[in-house]
C-alpha cells in the first residue's frame, strides 16, 4: 500500500532490475497499466507519473471511462470481447489484445471494413489450457495466426496470455517460456502481414518471472494502484 508514485517508481526499478539481471535491456520491457475497477481520480494521479500504455479489461466500464480522459493516451483492450461489443471496442481501444476466436476476429473483420480501417491485434494463448480461460489452444496458435494474416483488416501484431493464479510464480514459469517458443517460432516464420512484436504476459504477481522468459508488454494493475 504506498502512494501511485511510489508503486510506479518501486515498481520501475523492479521491471530494470530483472531485466539488466537476465542481460535485457530495460527499455525492451514497456509497461501497460491496467485501470480497470480504478476511478478517474486514480488514472489522473497515475498520469502525472509519466506515459504510460493503459489497458481495460471490459467495454462496458471502458466506453463512460476513456472520454472523460486525454485523447492523446493509448488504450489496449485486455479482456475478452464479445462480439456484440466490437464495434464500441474499435472506437475505444488501440490495439485488442484479447483476440480468442474465428468468430471474433472475423466480426473484427467485418467491422473494420465497413469504417474502412485497420485493426492491431494479439493472439491470446490459453497456455496452461485451463478450462476456465479464454484463448486458443498452444498447439493451435500458428494456425490460428495464419487465419487471421488472412484477414486484410487485421494485423496480427503478437501474442498474449493470463498465467494461472499461483501462489507460487515459478509455477508459471514453463507456460511463460513455452509461449515465449511460440512466439519466437512465429517470428521465424515470417507469415505475411504478421509482425511478432508484443509478447504480453505478467501481471503483478508474475511479471519478474515474465521478463526473466521474454515478455516484451506488462499488464500490470494492483502494483500500481494498491
Ligand atoms: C486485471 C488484469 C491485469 C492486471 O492484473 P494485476 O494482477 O492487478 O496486475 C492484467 N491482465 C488482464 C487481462 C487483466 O484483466
Known sequence: MGTIKDNIAHLQAAISETAERVGRNANDVTLLVVTKNRTIEQIQQLLECG?????ENRVQEAKPKIPLLPTTLHWHMVGHLQRNKVKDALQLFEIIQSVDSSRLAHEIQKIAEATDRSVEVLVQVNVASEE???????????AFVKEL?????????GLMTIAPLTEDPEEVRPHFRRLRQIFDTLAAAQIPGVEMRYLSMGMTN??????EEGANLLRIGSAVFD
Open 51 to 55: 506515459e504510460f500504455l493503459l489497458g
Open 132 to 142: 476456465t480461460k479464454f484463448g486458443i489452444p498452444a498447439e493451435e496458435t500458428r
Open 149 to 157: 494474416a488472412a484477414l486484410p483488416r487485421l494485423r496480427v501484431k
Open 206 to 211: 508474475d511479471y519478474r518471472v515474465a521478463i
